[in-house]
Nanobody, 125 residues
Framework: QVYLVESGGRLVQAGGSLRLSCAVSGGTLGAFGMGWFRQAPGKEREFVATITSSGTTTHYADSVKGRFTISKDNDKNTLYLQMSSLEPEDTAVYYC??????????????????WGQGTQVTVSS
């Protein structure tokens, strides 16, 4: 069984930075394509960023492009999301997710098989 555990969410002021982590167990990070999604209160879960299993290709939602960076450390079996220039609109529960469609860039939540429990990010104005 594959488990994903997010951490790093907290309250931060607008304009600040934060790094989220997602620890993977029960599988090798290099065997999965990985993604970050988020869900704000009253809104549907939305795509944030994804990285291929090889780590060579990334893709971002327009709303975070240039501010967020997805990366991973296969040796530590950990996925990261570095967030900067945070805005109140970034407030949400952030989820990491994994899929086995190696080499593919996937942006739909339904395409991901494994999910973490989420970590809360709150950006104050």
């Amino acid at each position: 069984q594959v488990y994903l555990v997010e951490s790093g969410g907290r309250l931060v002021q607008a304009g600040g930075s934060l790094r989220l982590s997602c620890a993977v167990s029960g599988g090798t990070l290099g065997a999965f394509g990985m993604g970050w999604f988020r869900q704000a209160p009253g809104k549907e879960r939305e795509f944030v960023a994804t990285i291929t299993s090889s780590g060579t290709t990334t893709h971002y939602a327009d709303s975070v492009k240039g501010r967020f960076t997805i990366s991973k450390d296969n040796d530590k079996n950990t996925l990261y999301l570095q967030m900067s220039s945070l805005e109140p609109e970034d407030t949400a529960v952030y989820y990491c997710a994994a899929h086995r469609w190696l080499g593919n860039i996937l942006t739909e939540a339904e395409q991901y098989r494994y999910w973490g429990q989420g970590t809360q990010v709150t950006v104050s104005s």
